[in-house]
C-alpha cells in the first residue's frame, strides 16, 4: 500500500487548497478513504471521510461546510477541497485508508494558513 499527499503550501485566511492523495498497492475502489490533520502539540484528529464507492462522506464539526472529500476511482486518488481556511486549519495533512485493520498513512503534506 503506497499513499501520497500533495497540494499543501501556504495561503492566507480565506483562501482555498485542494490537497490530492495517489493511492497504490490495493484495490482503491474497494475501501474507504480518509484525511486526518496533527497540528503542532495536538493529536491527529479525522477531519473527512468517504465510502469506497464516494456515496457518503462525514466530516468535523470545524470543517463542515468549508471542505469538501471526493475521490476519482479511475484515478485511484482522493481530494480534500479546503475552502475558507483558518489559521487553525495549519497542520500536516495525512491521507488514510485501513484494511485487514491495519492503518496505513502517506507522508503528509503542510498547510499553513497565515497573513
Known amino acids: 500500500v503506497r499513499l501520497v499527499e500533495s497540494g499543501g503550501g501556504l495561503v492566507q485566511p480565506g483562501g482555498s487548497l485542494r490537497l490530492s492523495c495517489a493511492a497504490s498497492?490495493?484495490?482503491?475502489?474497494?475501501?474507504?478513504m480518509r484525511w486526518y490533520r496533527q497540528a503542532p502539540g495536538k493529536e491527529r484528529e479525522l477531519v473527512a471521510s468517504i465510502s469506497y464507492a464516494g456515496g457518503s462522506t462525514n466530516y468535523a464539526d470545524s470543517v463542515k461546510g468549508r471542505f469538501t472529500i471526493s475521490r476519482d476511482n479511475a484515478k485511484n486518488t482522493v481530494y480534500l477541497q479546503m475552502n475558507s481556511l483558518k489559521p487553525e486549519d495549519t497542520a500536516v495533512y495525512y491521507c488514510?485508508?485501513?484494511?485487514?485493520?491495519?492503518?496505513?498513512w502517506g507522508q503528509g503534506t503542510q498547510v499553513t494558513v497565515s497573513s
Open positions: 498497492g490495493f484495490t482503491f475502489s474497494s475501501y474507504a
Open positions: 488514510n485508508t485501513r484494511r485487514n485493520s491495519i492503518d496505513y
